[in-house]
């Protein structure tokens, strides 16, 4: 492989830019887990003077980006967006579809499930939680052992893809799970929406909540929503109060091709030039390289005698967290890679901070980008394992006075 570098993660990107008889135009350095890369044609995209929110430009722009966010939530029903992070969709699917004392049964499978059981207690659920060990995933038989015991159930929290340890729950066996005992399932998909296989109706979802800056490639800074039948039926019995999270305002303004107060007009152009790069590769292909990269890498992690943290059956396809060598720190192996290749990859978080290293490989990525990631970590391990050699007493000389 030609290995070219026409940019170092962080530097400006030239909208276009294409070096010749590349496949790939682009090696990527920015392998965290999100922000992901932004591709050319989405940056271009974004460089475009403001237009009126409600004004028939606005109205025909998120209404085409509304019909191909469905296409790619695999869903006939509701897509609606937020100016917000992420982490709004955790409270954004509380205020809008439960009441203060439910009780709902948090699946945590590493930070961000416990973050989302956290969210539920500020608000006032009764959070039970299925602590499942970080670097495992949930399993149907223990979702329904736990709802067994659990009378009068309102919802269930899933981390559909848990950033914080690169392992997927299989979300298609869990929510028919919670279905079974008659619970809503809300979904955080932050670093799965837009890069790993996801069917909002065929798996009778009832929300499902992204943010912008993972697989869908653009920056920071738009919370998405998919709101199922069942999700509209509970939010007529809520009884928080809210309002910039309104989903029905923001259903009501969407049927106008608007939403309930001005839009991120910047990220809107964003994410309809990622949509379109989605939808024209095709929702499925984009999967199946997601898995086909995710698979490699995994091998690339072995042929450099390292260990992921997941088995292969529930690692995930859009992080990888491998685990440091004895010895190796994650602050020092994540400087070292930055150092070398001007790489940027990514420490563990809460406990396992500093015991593994996660790689980003979601959104606009390409083997090549992780082939290279690889190999710099392949080039930076050996010095950071210099064995140190014991202190030899007898050859230390007192210090003169
Ligand atoms: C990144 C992430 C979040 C938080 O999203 P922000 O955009 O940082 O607020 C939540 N859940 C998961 C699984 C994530 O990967």
Sequence with gaps: MAAFYTYRCGEPVVPGERVKNMSHPIIERLRI???????????????????????????????????????????????????????????AGIVNLLSPGDVVLAVTTGYFGERFAH???????????????????????????????????????????????GVTNPLRELAAVAQQFGALTLVDAVSSAGGLPLEMDA???????????????????????????????????????????DFKSARDAAKMGMTSSTPSLTLLYAYDAALRLILAEGV?????RHRSIGERTRQGVRALGLVPLATDDISSNTVTAVRCP????????VDAVREVGGIEIATGQAHLAEIIVRIGHMGWVQWPDIERTLATIGEVLPALMVPVDPVDLSQSVAPQR
């Design 33 to 91: 887990p999100g922000p992901t890369p932004v591709p050319p044609a989405v940056m271009a995209a974004m460089d475009r003077g403001m237009i009126p929110h409600r004004g028939p430009a606005f109205k025909e722009l998120y209404r085409e980006i509304l019909r191909m966010a469905r296409e790619a939530h695999r869903t006939d029903g509701e897509v609606l967006t937020w100016p917000a992070s992420g982490s709004a969709g955790w409270e």
């Design 119 to 165: 969210v539920g207690e500020a608000f006032g659920l009764d959070v039970r939680r299925l602590r499942v060990p970080w670097g495992e995933a949930a399993t149907p038989d223990q979702v329904a052992s736990e709802l067994e015991s659990i009378p009068g159930i309102r919802a269930v929290f899933l981390s559909h893809n848990e950033t914080s340890t």
């Design 203 to 245: 798996w009778e979802l009832d929300y499902v909540f992204s943010g912008s800056q993972k697989a869908w490639m653009c920056p920071p800074g738009l919370m998405i929503a998919a709101i199922g039948p069942r999700a509209w039926d509970a939010m007529n019995s809520s009884r928080y109060s809210r309002f910039f999270w």
């Design 284 to 288: 499925e292909t984009v999967w199946e």
């Design 326 to 333: 004895d010895g190796v720190g994650a602050t020092a192996l």
